[in-house]
């Protein structure tokens, strides 16, 4: 069934879905992980983002080991490292020990997403205190002005991270007040009170209303977009953003650069974008970019992570799991599932800002 809804937004058929769904099931090891390819590292986030395609497509056992794993990785403090090496029996062995607060509170999204989709309650009730306490190792690294440290070991806040964590404390709260019991609503209040905070710092930094606060790297697309995608920016404001940045960074015909000034499309940043696209009520508009995207595909329904358009040539020679699994979130969100809705759409989610008014366009 979900497979059927992904095959409405009308771009691929469910033969061509499938083919994408079977090779991200293919990577999958026997543990849970989900790593970028075979022999590659596992990360926490995009571990994340392919457990949420698994669910989306009709596969919630699946995502539900990789939550798993992900629960069983976890350290003492509440993080994550940023990346696991990649074994034939799945990723044990911690390969980069940052611990990012991003990478460690997405967690929340896909529990909250895998609950809304299934209504397993049993899962969710196994995953709170991981989320509690990945959250609450969040929380920890909060600056005064509410933007979040992206790790313990800087004061450095980064937008793009930020956007990410106001939408998984968004879920964290969720989670909370559904499967947290009497603690979990008295946490819920506290992580409300935070995710606002964050938020609306969040929002001012989208509207070009908070300079300095974050780390400067406007030369990437993830910053121009990701306060629509994390749920923060909405509105006027939204449509405004990505208006103004679109001829910096998107590529008629071709798709998303990761960088503005590199003549390089890739797959994530452009179905990514279609996500925010659809939030802000410009489906057409996120479909046309998706299709645009398609030069990506490859026969075996796995997505190359770039394309240099200057030489015509495909780069790095890579097909990732995320990729495919950001390609297709974008299905759910255009064929109507409603987890990926619920959590990307964010009108439902605990922390609401409030929204300017708009006219919205295709």
Known sequence: MSVALLARAGLL??????????????????????????????DPWDHVESAMALTAAGLP???????????????????WYANYADTAEGAAEAADK????????????????????????????????????????????QRPDGAIRWNPDTDEAL?????????ALRCAVALALRVGGVA???????????????????????????PGVFAPKDRYSMDWYYP?????????????????????FVVPG????????????????TFELCIALWAMGRSGQAKRLLADAQH????????????????????PEEKTSWTAGSLLLALAVLGGEPASRAVFGGSRLPAALPVRATVLTA
């Open 184 to 210: 979990g609503r008295r946490l819920a209040g506290d992580w409300t009170d935070a995710a606002v905070r964050l938020g609306e710092t969040v929002a001012a930094a989208g509207r070009d209303e908070a």
């Open 159 to 167: 937008l793009t991270g930020s956007s990410s964590m106001y939408q």
């Open 228 to 248: 629509v995608l994390g749920t923060a920016l909405r509105g006027e404001a939204a449509h405004a953003r990505i208006d103004e940045g679109w001829d910096r």
């Open 296 to 315: 990506l595909r490859d026969q075996d329904g796995l997505y190359w992570t770039g394309y240099v358009f200057t030489d015509k040539a495909v780069w």
């Open 98 to 141: 940052t611990k990012d607060a991003n990478f460690s509170a997405y967690l929340a999204v896909g529990a909250y997403h895998h609950l809304v989709a299934t209504g397993d309650m049993d899962l969710a009730t196994q995953l709170w205190p991981t989320v509690r306490q990945a959250t609450e190792f969040v929380l920890e690294l």
């Open 13 to 42: 058929d469910r033969p061509a879905i499938d083919r994408t769904v079977r090779r991200i099931v293919a990577l999958q090891r026997p543990d849970g992980s989900i790593p970028w390819f075979h022999g590659d590292k596992t």
């Open 61 to 79: 056992g699946l995502a539900a080991d990789a939550y798993r794993w992900l629960a069983s990785r976890q350290n003492c403090d509440g993080s």
């Open 254 to 269: 071709l798709g998303t650069r990761c960088v503005a000034d590199r003549p390089w499309v890739t797959g994530g940043e």
